[in-house]
């Protein structure tokens, strides 16, 4: 069955960078496409990033273009977003989705 974990998610200070990662299971990774989410605190879930089924495009939110990239790693089935220049708003958990499938998400928090 399909399975997305997500990991690397932490306490970091403002400005500074965190990279998580969703490995995915259960399905041929470079058929689909995959997306980040970011729900903070007391918000609805929203989309933050989102990857072609092959890696060529991408599309972010606005507030995140320029600090965060979403890549995919075909060789280890596993979905990245680099996150740079944090900045206490992005706080909150972050999801891995493959339609219609979600992980369980990983909770950054942002310190200033």
């Known amino acids: 069955q399909v399975q997305l974990v997500e990991s690397g998610g932490g306490l970091v200070q403002s400005g500074g960078p965190l990279t998580l990662s969703c490995a995915a299971s259960?399905?041929?990774?470079?058929?689909?496409?995959m997306s980040w989410w970011h729900q903070a605190p007391g918000k609805e879930r929203e989309l933050v990033a989102g990857?072609?089924?092959?890696?060529?495009?991408?599309n972010y939110l606005d507030s995140v273009k320029g600090r965060f990239t979403i890549s995919k790693d075909p060789a280890r089935n596993t979905l990245y977003l680099r996150m740079t220049d944090l900045k206490p708003e992005d706080t909150g958990v972050y999801y891995c989705?493959?339609?219609?499938?979600w992980g369980q998400g990983t909770q950054v928090t942002v310190f200033s």
């Open positions: 990857i072609s089924p092959d890696g060529t495009n991408t």
């Open positions: 259960g399905f041929v990774f470079m058929n689909h496409l």
């Open positions: 989705r493959r339609p219609p499938f």
